[in-house]
């Protein structure tokens, strides 16, 4: 079998009619060389299949972009499908999206954007709810501004760029829900409040509630967004003497833990007592009553968080961070679990 032969510089010089040293210059982006110049070397050594870094490569001329997002990873069905609606979101275009936990890593932040940024990575989704306004400061202080980054965690008081969901409206959607089903005590199962997105669904749950004359809270627990935290929230309900007959559970984990041990104990659900989740997780849909949730869409939060950067990368623009937050609509899917006989789930209107 006949070798092929390797492609040199000497090659692409010969096709273009530039000097070697030209060639050089543009494929390194270095020297004072014109985007003309280097936009005939680049396309010149792909139709010749000249080994280009990604990295250098102008970004109109790659075949592909590379965006981390970076996280902290958890076991749960939380981060398979939060991950999976990203990955949806680059279905067809030239940009992959690879998860990175930096859970176990040892390095910090600032440290792991900058390796990133050195590597084959174009820009970088950051999914760090446990953050603070402090720790993005120092994130946008200390990584290199020509390496688009973004965060899709909200905050209480954000500094950098961020895509999240409506997380206020989507607690204040299941209170006017309860209601219309005809509930009037309601109770909350929250998440740590050290959370920004748990502190919204609170807040939203409980305006709503507080605008209405006849609606009461009547019982909150504090969870902390993990499954026992419904499990230990039910037997502080089971506990009470005036139970509330609605319950909001502020994700969905807490939810199945909390309606599991509530049917385990004879409770009806719905019958006895309706509840609702957050997060429109996959188990809703298949488990035994389906459970009624707020649905947000991560394929949708993939796709604006994506499209953001790639037109940053596209048109050469730093990402300018003032703080500015990009809200993303949710919705209820209404389900078994919060239903009453002679009700039926209708679209709930928009205020």
């Known amino acids: 079998m006949k070798k092929l032969q390797k492609v040199t510089l000497e090659d692409i010089a010969a096709e273009t009619g530039f000097s070697v040293s030209t060639v050089s210059r543009a494929i390194s982006n270095s020297g004072k060389i014109s985007s003309e110049t280097i936009k005939i070397v680049y396309e010149s050594a792909q139709r010749l299949n000249y080994p280009l870094k990604n990295l250098n490569t102008p970004i109109e001329l790659r075949k592909n972009i590379f965006i981390v997002l970076l996280t902290r990873f958890h076991v749960g069905e939380f981060y398979s499908s939060f991950y999976h609606g990203f990955d949806m979101a680059t279905k067809g275009t030239n940009t992959n999206i690879a998860l990175l936990s930096i859970s176990n890593t040892g390095v910090d932040e600032v440290d792991m954007i900058n390796e990133l940024y050195k590597s084959s990575f174009d820009a970088a989704i950051l999914f760090l ?43 204040y959607m299941v209170a006017q829900h309860f209601l219309e089903m005809g509930y009037k005590k309601m109770g909350i199962v929250l998440g740590p409040q050290d959370k920004s997105d748990a502190m919204l669904r609170k807040n939203g ?93 991560f394929e949708m939060l993939g796709k604006k968080a994506v499209d953001y950067l790639t037109d940053s ?18 919705s209820l899917n209404v389900r078994e679990s919060s239903l009453k006989d002679d009700k039926h789930p209708e679209p709930l209107p928009v205020n």
């Open 129 to 171: 709810p446990d953050l603070d306004q402090d720790d993005y400061r120092k994130i946008i202080d200390g990584t290199d501004p020509e390496f688009p980054v973004i965060s899709v965690a909200s905050i209480a008081n954000p500094v950098m760029e961020t895509i999240t969901f409506d997380t206020y409206r989507g607690g």
């Open 313 to 330: 990368l596209n048109s050469r623009t730093k990402v300018e961070h003032n703080g500015h937050v990009s809200m993303l609509p949710v």
């Open 205 to 297: 749950f409980i305006d709503f509630i507080s605008r209405k004359e006849d609606l009461d809270l009547v019982w909150h627990y504090e969870g902390d967004y993990e499954n026992h935290s419904g499990t230990e929230a039910y037997n502080s309900y089971k506990m009470m003497k005036d139970k509330p007959d609605a319950i909001f559970c502020s994700n969905d984990s807490m939810a199945v833990g909390f309606i599991q041990s509530a049917i385990s104990d004879g409770v009806k659900i719905p019958g006895d007592l309706a509840v609702a989740g957050y997060d429109d997780l996959p188990i809703c849909s298949y488990h035994s009553p389906s459970i009624t949730s707020v649905h947000t869409s």
